[in-house]
Protein backbone atom coordinates (compact mmCIF):
# COMPACT_ATOMS: atom_id res chain seq x y z
CA UNK A 1 0.00 0.00 0.00
CA UNK A 2 3.24 2.37 0.91
CA UNK A 3 2.63 6.27 1.65
CA UNK A 4 -0.73 6.15 -0.83
CA UNK A 5 -4.42 5.85 1.27
CA UNK A 6 -7.19 3.52 -0.47
CA UNK A 7 -10.38 4.84 -0.23
CA UNK A 8 -12.03 3.35 2.79
CA UNK A 9 -9.50 3.41 4.74
CA UNK A 10 -8.95 5.20 8.00
CA UNK A 11 -6.91 8.56 8.13
CA UNK A 12 -4.27 8.57 10.37
CA UNK A 13 -5.56 9.88 13.84
CA UNK A 14 -8.73 9.25 13.10
CA UNK A 15 -11.43 6.75 14.34
CA UNK A 16 -13.90 4.78 13.16
CA UNK A 17 -16.70 6.93 14.42
CA UNK A 18 -15.42 10.46 12.65
CA UNK A 19 -14.72 8.33 9.50
CA UNK A 20 -18.46 7.11 9.54
CA UNK A 21 -19.66 10.71 9.05
CA UNK A 22 -16.87 11.26 6.46
CA UNK A 23 -19.48 10.60 4.10
CA UNK A 24 -22.30 12.42 3.27
CA UNK A 25 -24.98 9.74 3.96
CA UNK A 26 -22.77 9.05 7.14
CA UNK A 27 -22.78 12.73 8.12
CA UNK A 28 -27.04 12.50 7.41
CA UNK A 29 -26.75 9.74 9.24
CA UNK A 30 -24.99 10.82 12.41
CA UNK A 31 -26.71 14.34 12.53
CA UNK A 32 -30.36 12.50 12.79
CA UNK A 33 -29.02 10.16 15.47
CA UNK A 34 -28.26 13.46 18.19
CA UNK A 35 -31.66 15.11 16.97
CA UNK A 36 -33.53 11.93 18.13
CA UNK A 37 -31.36 11.52 21.65
CA UNK A 38 -32.44 15.05 22.27
CA UNK A 39 -36.03 14.44 21.03
CA UNK A 40 -38.51 14.76 23.92
CA UNK A 41 -40.99 13.02 21.84
CA UNK A 42 -38.69 9.98 21.57
CA UNK A 43 -37.74 10.21 25.52
CA UNK A 44 -41.64 10.57 26.65
CA UNK A 45 -42.65 7.52 23.73
CA UNK A 46 -39.93 5.70 25.95
CA UNK A 47 -40.59 6.90 29.44
CA UNK A 48 -44.18 5.51 28.26
CA UNK A 49 -43.08 2.41 27.60
CA UNK A 50 -40.94 1.64 30.51
CA UNK A 51 -44.11 2.89 33.03
CA UNK A 52 -46.24 0.14 30.40
CA UNK A 53 -44.09 -2.75 31.42
CA UNK A 54 -42.59 -1.42 35.16
CA UNK A 55 -46.08 0.39 36.26
CA UNK A 56 -43.48 2.94 36.98
CA UNK A 57 -40.08 5.46 36.12
CA UNK A 58 -37.86 4.83 39.12
CA UNK A 59 -36.39 7.81 41.14
CA UNK A 60 -32.85 7.78 38.39
CA UNK A 61 -34.80 7.29 35.45
CA UNK A 62 -37.11 10.57 36.37
CA UNK A 63 -34.42 12.56 36.87
CA UNK A 64 -32.42 11.35 34.07
CA UNK A 65 -36.09 12.21 32.09
CA UNK A 66 -35.15 15.80 32.76
CA UNK A 67 -32.60 15.52 29.81
CA UNK A 68 -33.55 13.78 26.87
CA UNK A 69 -30.27 13.62 25.46
CA UNK A 70 -29.01 11.42 28.29
CA UNK A 71 -32.11 9.90 29.40
CA UNK A 72 -33.18 8.50 25.82
CA UNK A 73 -29.79 6.72 25.10
CA UNK A 74 -29.75 5.03 28.76
CA UNK A 75 -33.01 3.52 28.30
CA UNK A 76 -32.33 2.38 24.48
CA UNK A 77 -28.92 0.40 25.92
CA UNK A 78 -30.56 -0.70 28.94
CA UNK A 79 -33.81 -2.28 26.47
CA UNK A 80 -30.72 -3.72 24.57
CA UNK A 81 -28.94 -5.26 27.45
CA UNK A 82 -31.90 -6.42 29.39
CA UNK A 83 -34.27 -7.40 26.66
CA UNK A 84 -32.09 -8.74 24.17
CA UNK A 85 -29.44 -10.24 25.50
CA UNK A 86 -27.08 -11.74 22.77
CA UNK A 87 -26.55 -15.40 24.83
CA UNK A 88 -28.44 -15.76 27.90
CA UNK A 89 -31.99 -15.63 28.27
CA UNK A 90 -33.80 -12.59 29.79
CA UNK A 91 -33.96 -14.40 33.23
CA UNK A 92 -30.72 -15.02 33.57
CA UNK A 93 -29.58 -11.47 32.43
CA UNK A 94 -32.44 -9.95 35.19
CA UNK A 95 -30.56 -12.73 37.43
CA UNK A 96 -27.30 -11.28 36.41
CA UNK A 97 -28.44 -7.58 37.71
CA UNK A 98 -29.85 -9.07 41.02
CA UNK A 99 -26.36 -9.91 41.68
CA UNK A 100 -24.58 -6.95 41.09
CA UNK A 101 -27.53 -4.57 42.52
CA UNK A 102 -26.81 -6.80 45.64
CA UNK A 103 -23.25 -6.61 45.72
CA UNK A 104 -23.08 -2.95 45.14
CA UNK A 105 -26.06 -2.22 47.89
CA UNK A 106 -28.74 -0.76 45.85
CA UNK A 107 -32.16 -1.47 47.33
CA UNK A 108 -34.07 0.44 44.90
CA UNK A 109 -32.45 -1.95 41.72
CA UNK A 110 -32.81 -4.64 43.83
CA UNK A 111 -36.58 -4.71 43.64
CA UNK A 112 -36.63 -3.50 40.12
CA UNK A 113 -34.83 -6.34 39.15
CA UNK A 114 -36.38 -8.92 41.40
CA UNK A 115 -39.68 -7.92 40.31
CA UNK A 116 -38.79 -8.27 36.83
CA UNK A 117 -37.03 -11.36 37.36
CA UNK A 118 -40.63 -12.93 38.32
CA UNK A 119 -41.74 -11.28 35.34
CA UNK A 120 -39.30 -13.13 33.10
CA UNK A 121 -39.80 -16.55 34.86
CA UNK A 122 -37.58 -16.51 38.13
CA UNK A 123 -38.83 -18.47 41.02
CA UNK A 124 -38.46 -17.29 44.73
CA UNK A 125 -35.78 -19.98 45.05
CA UNK A 126 -33.61 -19.06 41.97
CA UNK A 127 -33.49 -15.21 43.45
CA UNK A 128 -32.55 -16.60 46.92
CA UNK A 129 -29.49 -18.43 45.11
CA UNK A 130 -28.65 -16.02 43.20
CA UNK A 131 -28.40 -13.13 46.54
CA UNK A 132 -26.59 -16.15 48.21
CA UNK A 133 -24.09 -16.92 45.64
CA UNK A 134 -23.50 -12.63 45.69
CA UNK A 135 -22.98 -12.81 48.94
CA UNK A 136 -20.24 -15.39 48.77
CA UNK A 137 -18.84 -13.50 46.53
CA UNK A 138 -19.13 -10.23 48.43
CA UNK A 139 -17.73 -11.47 51.74
CA UNK A 140 -14.72 -13.55 49.77
CA UNK A 141 -14.02 -9.53 48.53
CA UNK A 142 -14.10 -7.99 51.58
CA UNK A 143 -11.50 -11.02 53.21
CA UNK A 144 -9.25 -10.54 50.50
CA UNK A 145 -9.20 -6.91 51.14
CA UNK A 146 -9.22 -7.08 54.91
CA UNK A 147 -7.03 -9.68 55.32
CA UNK A 148 -4.49 -8.24 53.06
CA UNK A 149 -4.69 -5.33 54.90
CA UNK A 150 -4.16 -7.14 58.57
CA UNK A 151 -1.37 -9.02 57.25
CA UNK A 152 0.30 -5.75 56.21
CA UNK A 153 0.00 -4.38 59.20
CA UNK A 154 0.82 -7.68 61.45
CA UNK A 155 4.44 -7.50 58.91
CA UNK A 156 4.83 -4.11 60.35
CA UNK A 157 4.10 -4.64 63.74
CA UNK A 158 6.46 -8.15 64.08
CA UNK A 159 9.16 -7.06 62.31
CA UNK A 160 11.92 -6.71 64.16
CA UNK A 161 13.41 -3.44 64.76
CA UNK A 162 16.83 -2.27 63.25
CA UNK A 163 18.94 -0.79 65.55
Given at each position: ??????????????????????????????????????????????????????????Y????????????????????????????????????????????????????????????????????????L???????????S???????????????????
Amino acid sequence: MGAERKKGFFKKGQDKISQVGETEDGRSLLRKAKNLMSNEKLAEAIADAVVKNRGELGYVLKVLKERPRTFTPYLLKGMAVYKKPKALDKKTAELVAISAAASLHCEHCLEAHMMQAIAEGATLDEIMDTLLVAGMIAESSLYSVAFRKYKQLEGKLLKPHCL
